[in-house]
């Protein structure tokens, strides 16, 4: 099953959805972890709904078509299945800490920007993720493990903010001093 597909699963086995009601969900939850765009999101759904773990039925708005998805008890079972596996991937591409990687090539200013404008992009996103409220809610419903999620997202950017203060320290004092 592809990472997509799981989040699909997950989010019709919290409720049933349409495809732009999965997208909103994405962009108000995992999109800050686990991002999922309308150009993967449609094609997935075909995929899942062809190998019978989600079945969408006709639910038009007014002049507006639209299909309505729930999940099936085989794609129940396949995402129990992949839920259950401890084991996972964990893959961190940010192009922020790349450019730090090689900020050694800069003039030490021009470094000492780009953690600054990382420690902005962190506060940012904290900010963000503050005014997500907690509990019960349009995405997850009761669920309580995306709170815990949403802790651990606020945790890591403040952590990140705080590791920005200390470089930037660090460097601020390694340019006072002489030669």
Known sequence: ??????????????????????????????RFFWAASYGQIYPELKRLEEGGLIAGEPAPRGARRR????????????FDAWLAQPEFSWELRDEGLLKLFFADLLPPAAALELVRARRAAHERFLARLRAIQPGPGPV????????????????????????????????????????
Do not use: H, Q
Not at 67 to 78: K, L, M, S, W
Not at 162 to 178: I, K, N, Q
């Open 1 to 30: 099953m592809s990472r997509t597909g799981a989040v699909i699963l997950g989010l019709v086995a919290l409720r049933p959805r349409s495809g732009y009601e999965i997208k909103a969900a994405v962009d108000s939850s995992t």
């Open 67 to 78: 299909r309505v998805f729930r999940i099936t008890p085989a794609g129940r079972e396949a």
């Open 140 to 179: 997850a419903g009761a669920a309580r493990f995306p709170d815990l999620v949403l802790e651990y997202g606020i945790g890591m950017n403040e952590w990140a903010i705080g590791w920005c203060d200390e470089v930037e320290r660090a460097l601020s004092s390694a340019d006072e001093r002489p030669g």
